[in-house]
């Protein structure tokens, strides 16, 4: 039996993406570098579909119809690079190898531009979802050539998570694209996070909410604007007690946060290709802060002096209703940061399509996110209106009628709480930063023209002037008169 695709790579993402694709009535084709995985598999779920069992890689290749495609879910970095040049010799022209992997965007186009030299289709797939996602259906986000879409998009359509019968998954642009978009809605993802954090810590240390009544609060808040499965588990993980002491588990767990890499991908590329991403680099550092426990501990004792500690809602609104006014000020700070969180992302992605040469679909982008990710949100349809008519899409999303409408009824609520947030000694990095980002947007004039002021002193750096056009300088070391350079 010639088999339709070739998965090498069966730990838990490629095993069950090949779970998926079998179930969806595909022949798979299964290896792993240590056979022992592959066994483990097809004893467990070789009852779900059509597997082949292989225990090389040449075993796998000649096993598939043509053109061939071979799906790599190994570790990302180094081993990706190792499969490939193994596969390299067993390929003919037409051949497809996707790798489905978190791989760094620049090595798949790396990746890319070599196998196409050789006449061998490169196709970076963004998948995400986690492993539920790979089994029951993920957001899938291809790149490589529009040519290989077509023998893979349907394979990679079928098995996507679905949105109202609409699958999410679309070829989103050449080469890297589709790990960059991915990367991307990872950077999003660690903004999402950071800015409910920052919620729980100003409605905790600032109203005494504990979590246990956050969570209703979070379960309420997943009925407004802000629905989304962030949202929604929050709850879940604000009410879980600890089993051992009975504490709330969100107070047991070392309040250290992980991260893998793709975060960091994201601000790094931001300051590349020059997108301000400020909300998912604060997250990143928010992160970044949080591993540095010891010094935290070691400066919570010098510091002590100037943290405020719980103050009451009444304190900050003196009104009878201050707990609820609060924490409702408090939702719209995090809906506003998240609006401008997204207006990054999306900005970033437009400055990298023109960086990289990607026709990227915002409209689109925003369709795959709406189910299967873990940034599913029932923002991303207000974001897909946005950019819904081509010829009236917004240069940055919040131009967009309903964003700036939405930024407009949030914004004294934002306010409060980020003066807040600083009088009383509560980091609200995100929340404060993307406040910033749109006081910013929203100046026609920046001290930027001093800061160009000092660098023409220092450095001879010269300047533009607002009155005519031309590059100028000031002899600031000598009688200080200007010349046009
Ligand atoms: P791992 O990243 O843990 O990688 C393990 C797999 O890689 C095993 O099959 C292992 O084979 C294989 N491997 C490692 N080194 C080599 C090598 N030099 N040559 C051949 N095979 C090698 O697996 P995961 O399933 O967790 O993740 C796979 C990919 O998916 C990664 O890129 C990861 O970042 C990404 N991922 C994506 C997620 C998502 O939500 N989209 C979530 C989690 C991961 P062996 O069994 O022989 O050791």
Redesign the pocket.
């Known amino acids: 039996m010639s088999a339709d695709i070739g998965v090498t790579?069966?730990?838990?993402?490629?095993a069950n993406l090949a779970r998926n694709l079998a179930r969806n009535g595909y022949t798979v084709a299964l290896h792993?570098?240590?056979v022992a995985?592959t066994d483990s598999l097809l004893n467990s779920y070789g009852h779900e579909g059509n597997f082949v069992r292989t225990e090389s890689l040449a075993e796998l290749v000649q096993s598939l119809e043509r053109p061939r495609r071979v799906l790599i879910?190994?570790?990302?970095g180094a081993?990706v690079d190792?499969?490939i040049d193994e596969l390299l010799p067993l390929l003919e022209e037409g051949d497809i190898i996707i790798d489905a992997?978190?791989s760094f965007y620049e090595e798949t186009r790396r990746r890319e531009a070599a196998l196409r030299e050789k006449g061998l289709h490169f196709v970076g797939v963004g998948?995400?979802?986690?492993e539920e996602?790979a089994l029951n259906g993920p957001s899938i986000m291809p790149g490589g050539s529009r040519e290989s879409y077509q023998a893979l998009g349907p394979m990679l359509e079928k098995i996507a998570a679905e949105y109202h019968g609409e699958p999410c998954c679309a070829w989103v642009g050449t080469d890297g694209a589709g790990h960059y978009v991915k990367m991307v809605h990872n950077g999003i993802e660690y903004a999402d996070m950071q800015v409910i954090g920052e919620a729980y810590d100003l409605m905790r240390s600032l109203a005494g909410l504990e979590p246990a009544q956050q969570a209703g609060v979070f379960r309420e808040w997943n009925t407004t604007d802000l629905a989304s499965y962030l949202i929604e588990i929050t709850s879940a993980v604000l009410e879980q007690e600890d089993e051992l002491t009975g504490r709330p588990l969100v107070d047991v767990i070392v309040d250290s946060a992980g991260q893998k890499g793709t975060g960091r991908w994201t601000a790094i590329s931001g300051l590349e290709v020059g997108s301000p991403v400020t909300t998912i680099a604060e997250s990143v550092f928010a992160r970044s802060i949080s591993s540095q426990r010891e010094l935290r501990a070691e400066t919570s004792r010098v510091f002590s002096a100037g943290i405020n500690g719980v103050v009451s809602a009444e304190e900050l609104y003196s009104e009878q209703d201050a707990q609820q006014d609060f924490v409702e000020d408090v939702r719209k700070a995090l809906y506003a940061s998240k609006l401008v969180s997204y207006a990054q992302g999306f900005d970033m992605l437009t400055a990298a399509g023109s960086e990289f040469g990607w026709e990227l679909d915002l409209r689109t982008i925003a369709s795959l996110w709406r189910a299967g990710c873990i940034i599913r949100a029932d923002l991303l349809d207000t974001i897909m209106k946005a950019y819904e008519v081509p010829e009236e899409r917004p240069k940055n999303l919040l131009l967009a009628p309903a964003f700036t409408e939405a930024l407009n009824e949030c914004l004294p609520a934002w306010r409060r709480v980020v003066a807040a947030a600083a009088t009383y000694g509560v980091p609200a990095p995100v929340f404060s930063s993307s406040l910033a980002y749109y006081d910013s947007l929203r100046r026609d004039r920046l001290p930027a023209s001093l800061t160009q002021g000092l660098r023409d002193y220092f450095g001879a750096h010269t300047y533009e002037r607002v009155d005519k056009p031309g590059t100028f300088h000031t002899r600031w070391s000598e009688d200080r008169s200007e010349m046009e350079m």
Do not use: C, F, I, T
């Open positions: 790579g069966l730990a838990v993402m490629g792993n570098r240590s995985r879910m190994v570790k990302a081993p190792a499969v992997g978190n998948v995400s979802g986690g996602g």
